[in-house]
């Protein structure tokens, strides 16, 4: 039983607003009605049964019932979305660490389906887009074929060439033939360690792959197929996480889990390879190629003049930081933050190096100078080991206190442009300001 009045339906005790308008169809003796009914996310349930209700109500003889939106669809749907796509992550992400450990970064290109691999030729054209990993290249179908379809691992020429060193005597070694056989990857690497059948899996995915399409391509997402969304993930997700952890027991050399967890996630990748241009600035700075380890080299570089103590602490927390995070068998949001955070506050660190130094030359020659007249000076008086882009960091400590240029850091506007090439120093800068500045390195 419901009641309403102008503006709203009440429905066991619940408060519905509705809105409808009516009139008359063009050169018929008709009429239509059209009903619009809203609800709050706190009374879904109950919205559903005063829907059935009052379409139960409108059909007759004389009615033809017509949905035009259905927002439970489209909740049903986003609802279902949001599963899907994390059971996919979870597929990528064990599919990705045991081929990166069992096989190495050549994974895709030599152990991958003919389908597979055009599909990773095909996306590789896609206008220079960079993909968390190769599993990201292909879509959530092709997921399973990487893991079902059969492919060759050995060549038929390498079976022709094991057919003719045969002699008419010598006997066949059955086991060594049925190695050319096709097979999958499924059968290589997988079956001992995810507890299910293939033929179990296999079904269940092409299903969430027909439900997917739906949420995808569908105006009219049913709850019954969300509820099987529902329970294929309940299914999946801890197999698949269960699957996940026990590879994660594998002994792993540290450099091969820093390159699996690259790997998994774009964003670490982005660190990890930030986070090598420090170092590669860390090296600069004690005059080491790449062959001596990191350690040693920071231990040179105790006490040395050629790099600030504050700044070689900021680069030693974060090789600290990127352990701990490498380490982890799924790096925490806290720590990816923490790491981001750590490599922006070397990087400022590093343009900040400068600072002092350029100020004092340029202060020296009279607050006012050309950036030659600043290069010469730097060659004469600094203690830096100067290395090929010394120059860029001095114009960068200029640049970035200027207000002048595009690269303005927005912090401390110290020195103004006279003309190409040639700048002084401010005139009335706060003193406060300029001692900041100064300890800024």
């Known amino acids: 039983m419901f009641f309403f009045n102008e503006k709203e339906i009440e429905y066991k005790d619940i408060k519905f607003k509705y809105e409808i308008r009516y009139g008359d169809v063009s050169d018929k003796v008709q009429k239509y009605f059209y009903i619009a009914i809203s609800c709050s996310k706190a009374y879904v349930e109950e919205y559903k049964q005063l829907l059935k209700i009052?379409?139960?109500?409108?059909?007759?003889?004389?009615?033809?019932?017509?949905?035009?939106?259905?927002?439970?669809?489209?909740?049903?749907?986003?609802?279902?979305?949001g599963k899907i796509h994390e059971i996919e992550n979870l597929m990528r992400r064990l599919i990705t660490f045991f081929m990166v450990t069992k096989v190495g970064k050549d994974w895709a290109k030599n152990n991958s389906p003919d389908a597979v691999k055009k599909n990773f030729a095909r996306d590789r054209s896609n206008n220079?887009?960079?993909?968390?990993?190769?599993?990201?290249?292909?879509?959530?179908g092709h997921l399973a074929d990487f893991l079902f379809k059969s492919y060759q691992t050995?060549?038929?020429?390498?079976?022709?060439?094991?057919?003719?060193?045969?002699?008419?005597?010598?006997?066949?070694?059955?086991?060594?033939?049925?190695?050319?056989?096709?097979?999958?990857?499924?059968?290589?690497?997988?079956?001992?360690?995810?507890?299910?059948?293939?033929?179990y899996l296999k079904s269940r995915w092409e299903k969430l792959t027909d439900l997917r399409n739906r949420v995808a391509h569908s105006a009219d997402f049913t709850e019954e197929e969300y509820d099987e969304v529902e329970e294929i993930f309940d299914e999946l997700k801890p197999i698949l996480n269960d699957a996940f952890d026990q590879s994660v027991k594998l002994k792993i050399e540290s450099d091969e889990r820093e390159k699996i967890v690259s790997n998994l996630d774009s964003k670490i990748g982005g660190l990890f390879r930030e986070i090598e241009l420090c170092e590669r600035y860390i090296r600069n700075s004690a005059g080491d190629t790449r062959n001596t380890p990191i350690e040693n080299v920071i231990n040179n570089l105790s006490g040395s003049p050629d790099i600030q103590k504050k700044t070689l602490n900021s680069f030693i927390e974060l090789v600290n930081l990127k352990a701990k995070l490498t380490a982890e068998t799924s790096p925490s949001d806290e720590n990816i933050n923490e790491l981001e955070n750590r490599v922006l506050d070397f990087k400022e660190q590093i343009n900040h190096t400068w600072n002092d130094e350029v100020y004092n030359i340029v202060k020296g020659l009279g607050g006012k100078a050309t950036l030659n007249e600043i290069y010469i000076e730097v060659r004469k008086?600094?203690?830096?080991?100067?290395?090929?882009?010394?120059?860029?960091?001095?114009?960068?400590?200029?640049?970035?206190?200027?207000?002048?240029?595009?690269?303005?850091?927005?912090?401390?506007?110290?020195?103004?442009?006279v003309n190409k090439g040639t700048w002084k120093i401010r005139e009335n800068i706060e003193e406060s300001i300029l001692s900041d500045f100064l300890k800024s390195n």
């Not at 960079?130 to 959530?140: C, I, Q, R, T, V």
């Not at 010394?390 to 103004?416: C, H, M, P, Q």
């Open 381 to 417: 008086t600094s203690k830096r080991t100067l290395y090929s882009a010394w120059k860029t960091s001095v114009r960068r400590a200029i640049y970035t206190n200027s207000s002048d240029v595009e690269l303005f850091g927005g912090k401390y506007d110290i020195y103004k442009k």
């Open 54 to 81: 009052v379409r139960g109500a409108c059909k007759s003889d004389s009615f033809d019932v017509e949905t035009l939106t259905s927002d439970l669809s489209h909740y049903s749907a986003c609802n279902a979305y």
């Open 128 to 140: 220079g887009h960079e993909y968390a990993s190769e599993l990201h290249k292909l879509d959530f």
């Open 154 to 199: 050995k060549t038929n020429e390498s079976l022709y060439t094991e057919i003719n060193s045969l002699s008419d005597s010598e006997q066949v070694n059955i086991e060594k033939l049925k190695s050319f056989i096709p097979t999958s990857n499924w059968n290589i690497f997988f079956k001992d360690s995810i507890n299910v059948e293939a033929s």
